[in-house]
């Protein structure tokens, strides 16, 4: 599927993809751009913005955009990740044709531009370990210090890297560097590391390599490899353009120049975006796996719900901008519901089930009452609710002893059953414990279809399904993973996990829903009428589903905007 073309307004970046091709920068090439995820793991809503960001741009000048691997680091990489980054980009709506590429398809050329690099007097193989690699290199404050091994000749220097590649030393022994200088202000200009020994199968080249590249200098040639034009990053790249421009200049003739233009990361309220911290929580059970519906994965807001036109819009929403800020995550899930309203059917299911026996209903006797699918999609139809004389309602819909400002049902009281009838409490049964556990009612039959046949009303209009025809099914109620809007922040003797919300998971195990729900397809969207918006989760069985809440009725952000709609 290729997602429609989402063509924003401006954004400081368009305006300089403008402005190249206004002077000819590129011509006749179009824009180029790429996503470049290194799959070290899963992706996240940051990264979602990326994809978006990429992909809209060279959309919207008629360029390409590819889908790039930066896979230089056998260690933490793993095909899964492969896999679901992969997945992940297409379920957005992307497609990047036959434009799929891994850095490691460059490992033979990257290695010919290190020999030029070499060669020309740029690069040197440096046998400090890495703690005096580190000591040396000085402090913001300080300037480094050349390394003992700086002056190598250019010839020792190649027949050292040469057998650094034929696999003669361990991890750590060398290293090669670029030479550029050590008392550079911007401390990745200090002769950074270009490539290490590592003695690790890769995911896709096996054994045939034991030294990697890096990823600054993988990255900008992979990106002039692929006529790449502009280099879209994060923020935190900012300082590592002088070194992306340096590998290009000296990496001999290259057939694009790229342009590296940063912009903010996104951050997002009661989450955490480090991939570090992610894989913690899955790692050590915090969560169920990299797809929970708590995390801000892609692959987990898959599951959870979330529809990726909703996720474009949020991202197309926030915009672009050159400083960091952090996004209420209410907007986005003001984007989920917006999304979810247009496209998802409403049905009926009841979370804590209270039985409800309609005494002067006949026994036996079975109604089909006609409900609409989606009071915002006309096209959507209707379809047939059973009825029957034993129903369920929702626990908190009676209250016995009910405050003034309660209108659902108590005893004596009137309400609307939806699209059913009006029906009147006439009694209570309890347990041993003194726990309700069944209303007695009536109903009048003069109100099918939920209507008064007189000028009675009522002020409460409940959801019901019928007992006999409901399918018992498993509702888990998702909160934020974080009870914290900045689980990041500072603090003494605190760390991120310190801030979990231990109500972010609730399990109820014995709801009942329409029984046209139990044939939901698993990642299929619904209303549950008054309730929220829910899944179906890839765990239901036959006649037992299991769904997620995607996210409540209640929109905090548009109550927010109008308080302050400037």
């Excluded at 992706?43 to 960001?53: N, R």
């Excluded at 829903?513 to 179906?536: K, N, T, V």
Aim: with cysteine; proline share 7%.
């Amino acid at each position: 599927m290729e997602v429609q073309e989402e063509l924003a307004g401006s954004d400081f970046i368009r305006d300089i993809v403008k402005a190249d091709l206004a002077a000819g920068k590129y011509a006749p090439q179009a824009v180029h751009t790429r996503f470049p995820p290194e799959p070290n793991g899963y992706l996240h809503i940051g990264h979602a913005k990326s994809i978006c960001l990429n992909f809209n741009i060279a959309a919207q000048f008629g360029g390409l955009c590819n889908l790039r691997f930066d896979d230089t680091n056998p260690s933490k990489e793993e095909v899964e990740y492969v896999e679901s980054i992969i997945r992940d980009v297409r379920w957005l709506g992307y497609d990047w044709q036959d434009r799929m590429f891994y850095a490691s398809d460059y490992f033979e050329r990257l290695y010919e531009c290190a020999i030029a690099m070499i060669r020309a007097g740029k690069a040197y193989v440096c046998s400090l370990s890495p703690d005096e690699i580190r000591s040396y290199r000085g402090t913001f404050t300080e300037p480094g210090k050349n390394s003992p091994f700086r002056d190598r000749s250019v010839q020792e220097n190649l027949e050292l890297f040469e057998r650094m590649r034929a696999g003669e030393y361990p991890n750590g022994a060398h290293v090669l560097r670029a030479k550029i200088d050590m008392a550079s202000p911007n401390l990745n200009m200090r002769d950074p590391v270009l490539y290490r020994i590592l003695h690790e199968s890769h995911h896709r080249t096996g054994d045939a390599w034991c030294i990697y590249p890096m990823y600054d200098f993988t990255h900008p040639l992979s990106d002039a490899f692929e006529g790449i034009t502009h280099s879209i990053c994060t923020l935190e790249f900012e300082d590592h353009r002088p070194l992306y421009d340096w590998a290009l200049e000296n990496a001999g003739n290259l057939p694009t120049r790229p342009q590296q233009i940063e912009f903010a990361r996104l951050n997002l309220t009661y989450t955490v975006m480090s991939k570090r911290k992610l894989l913690q929580l899955v790692r050590e059970g915090f969560v169920r796996g990299w797809d929970d519906p708590r995390l801000p994965t892609i692959s987990g807001m898959r599951r959870r719900g979330y529809p990726p036109a909703a996720i474009r819009a949020f991202c197309d929403r926030i915009g672009v901008a050159k400083k960091d800020s952090t996004v209420d995550v209410a907007l986005l899930e003001h984007c989920v519901r917006e999304e979810l309203n247009k496209t998802a059917s409403r049905y009926m299911a009841v979370l804590r089930p209270l039985k409800v026996v309609i005494e002067n209903y006949p026994a036996g006797q079975v109604e089909h009452m006609q409900a609409v699918n989606n009071p915002e999609d006309p096209a959507s139809g209707i379809r047939q609710v059973p009825f029957s004389r034993e129903l369920y309602i929702e626990r908190e819909d009676f209250m016995e002893d009910p405050p003034k400002k309660f209108f659902r049902l108590s005893p004596g009281r009137e309400v609307r059953l939806r699209y059913a009838y009006f029906i009147t409490c006439t009694g209570v049964v309890k347990n041993e414990a003194g726990e309700i556990v069944e209303l007695r009612c009536t109903y009048d039959p003069a109100t099918r279809g939920g209507d008064a046949p007189d000028s009675r009303k009522v002020k409460a209009t409940l959801h019901w399904v019928s007992a006999a025809h409901a399918a018992q099914a498993e509702v888990r109620l998702y909160d934020r993973l974080f009870s914290v809007e900045d689980p990041d922040r500072d603090g003494a003797g605190e760390s991120f996990l310190d801030r979990l919300n231990p109500g972010s998971l609730e399990t109820l195990c014995s709801c009942f829903c329409e029984p046209a729900l139990a044939a939901l397809q698993p990642g299929a969207s619904c209303q549950f009428e008054r309730m929220g918006y829910f899944c179906a989760d890839p765990d239901s069985a036959s006649g037992r589903p299991v769904f997620n809440r995607t996210v409540g009725l209640r929109d905090a952000w548009a109550r927010i905007q109008q308080k302050n709609p400037d």
